[in-house]
């Protein structure tokens, strides 16, 4: 199967469905608190368009808060006042994600307008303003519904309705909107059945013409059942002499006997001024605790999110995996610092309004330990505290030994930005496609770093390679292939370059 990936930007926006079943109409779940909705939207929504993109995320997870540089010292409550702890990462990111979601629900509401128009001329663009869109109560009330399961209050999602609407980016009750450039065509990746690519313009009362280059802002691709759903966006975003490019893939999947699963991926670089740039980069897995969605009771997720940032070769990683609900959950975090070479576990279990209960931090350089607060055992019990999250019909996967040139291996094209002896970064892609002309394809992306720099065999030291693989087995067994990911200058422009000798297989 194809990557379930779709390309999204710090703008998406919350996708709303209703489905009473999984195999066939629209299920609502919400990326980031019930990040999506489970509402009907009949009214509001083309019953034939995707309306949901992402399981549900707890609200516990949902708070916003800042993150500091790195972790300097073992010290529990240090980490806790300073905002470093997996938690407060996780919270930094989905509120990222956040963002990203919140101009789906408005967008599916504004094609659902011009939808069988651009459905009868397959191939075609539509120019923006093809049909005129009137806003109901009714679809101001989804967007207000669709706040909620972003883990807000009622009143707090009315609040942030009206100031989106202030801003521009929502609609107003009694505005006209005109429709989107879109068009519509069958899928040619199989995968999926149906696709549209579309463009809006930055003031949405103004029509978007069609782009002469044919390249759209956001694409999304559907199987006729929704059982998998991708969308796409890049964009980039100027704030005064703030730079900020930004890209996203998501998909989400649902079948009759399987748990709701959602991977996302987002790509930030940003720049002031002339300065440098600095990128981000996130990717998190969700998966719902129960096949029936109805039965997922306190929006139970096991997650795995995986974050880094570069600042000029100052690279910092954190992995962070668990389990977590509406009333809390527990997560353990690698981080590592390599401007420093640190590297720390965090483990924790936190409650419904994010306050850590209890945590415990490893230097896993020293082993210096320590914790924080009172383990409670029932909540241990519930959450797995200490354990690492599982998946449904997850696969891990490992790199053959046939290496020679490969990861950790090789000469840079420009050696003063990126050396891949010490550091290289790779993706997985099934034979036969290439990422260059269809990063949607990639299957999974793996990282190396030569922590004690002694530029051994990278498989000698298995804590030196990281590997996120959200495809199948069989995938693996129809052969995949490493692509490394070469960076050719300091804007983080880059290209992907296929490694012949290295080989994939199931991680025994």
Do not use: H
Request: aromatic share 8%.
């Amino acid at each position: 199967m194809k990557a379930y990936y779709c390309v999204s930007i710090v703008l998406i926006a919350s996708f709303f469905s209703c489905k009473p079943a999984k195999d066939t109409s629209n299920s609502v779940q919400n990326l980031l608190a019930r990040l999506l909705i489970r509402n009907q939207l009949s009214s509001v929504i083309n019953s034939e368009l995707p309306s949901n993109l992402a399981v549900a995320v707890p609200r516990s997870i949902r708070k916003s808060s800042t993150t500091s540089g790195s972790v300097r010292a073992v010290d529990a409550a240090s980490i806790i006042n300073n905002n470093e702890t997996g938690l407060a990462i996780l919270q930094e990111g989905t509120a990222t994600i956040g963002q990203i979601l919140q101009e789906s629900k408005r967008d599916l509401f504004l094609l659902s307008g011009v939808y069988e128009k651009a459905k009868a001329n397959p191939g075609v663009c539509l120019p923006g303003g093809t049909a005129s869109i009137s806003v109901t109560q009714a679809a101001e009330d989804e967007f207000v519904l669709g706040m909620t399961r972003l883990g807000m209050s009622e009143d707090d999602a009315k609040s942030e309705v009206a100031r989106l609407q202030q801003t521009g980016v929502l609609p107003s009750v009694g505005q006209s909107v005109p429709s989107p450039a879109v068009v519509y065509r069958d899928s040619t990746d199989p995968d999926f059945d149906k696709e549209m690519s579309f463009s809006f313009n930055d003031t949405i009362t103004v029509a978007q013409t069609c782009p002469k280059n044919k390249i759209y802002q956001k694409s999304m691709r559907w199987k006729a059942d929704k059982s998998l759903v991708s969308s796409s966006i890049q964009k980039t975003v100027k704030f005064f002499n703030l730079t900020l490019e930004v890209s996203a893939s998501i998909s989400y999947s649902s079948a009759e006997g399987k748990k709701d699963k959602t991977v996302l991926k987002t790509t930030q670089v940003s720049s002031l001024g002339n300065g440098g740039k600095t990128k981000s980069t996130a990717k998190l897995i969700m998966e719902e605790c129960s096949t029936d969605t109805e039965s997922n009771a306190g929006n139970c997720i096991s997650l795995k999110y995986t974050s880094e940032e570069d600042n000029k070769g100052k690279k910092i990683t954190n992995t962070i995996t668990g389990k977590t609900d509406n009333e809390g959950g527990s997560v353990i975090t690698e981080r590592v610092d390599k401007t420093d070479n640190s590297k720390y576990k965090i483990i924790e279990l936190y409650d419904p309004q994010g306050n850590i209960l209890y945590l415990e931090i490893n230097d896993l350089n020293t082993s210096d330990y320590d914790s924080y607060g009172e383990l409670d055992d029932d909540l241990a019990a519930k959450y797995g505290y200490g354990q690492e999250a599982s998946f449904d019909g997850a696969v891990s996967v490992t790199l053959g030994t046939s290496w020679a040139g490969g990861i950790g291996q090789g000469t840079s094209p420009y050696p003063t930005y990126n050396t891949y002896t010490e550091y290289d970064e790779f993706a997985l892609v099934p034979t036969g496609d290439d990422p260059n002309d269809n990063e949607d394809s990639i299957l999974g992306y793996g990282l190396y770093w030569d922590e004690d720099t002694n530029a051994t065999n990278p498989w000698d030291d298995p804590d030196e390679m990281a590997i996120d693989y959200f495809g199948v087995a069989d995938d693996v067994q129809k052969g995949l292939k490493v692509w490394r990911v070469v960076y050719y200058d300091e804007d983080y422009n880059y290209y992907y370059e296929l490694l012949p000798n290295m080989t994939v297989a199931v991680a025994p």
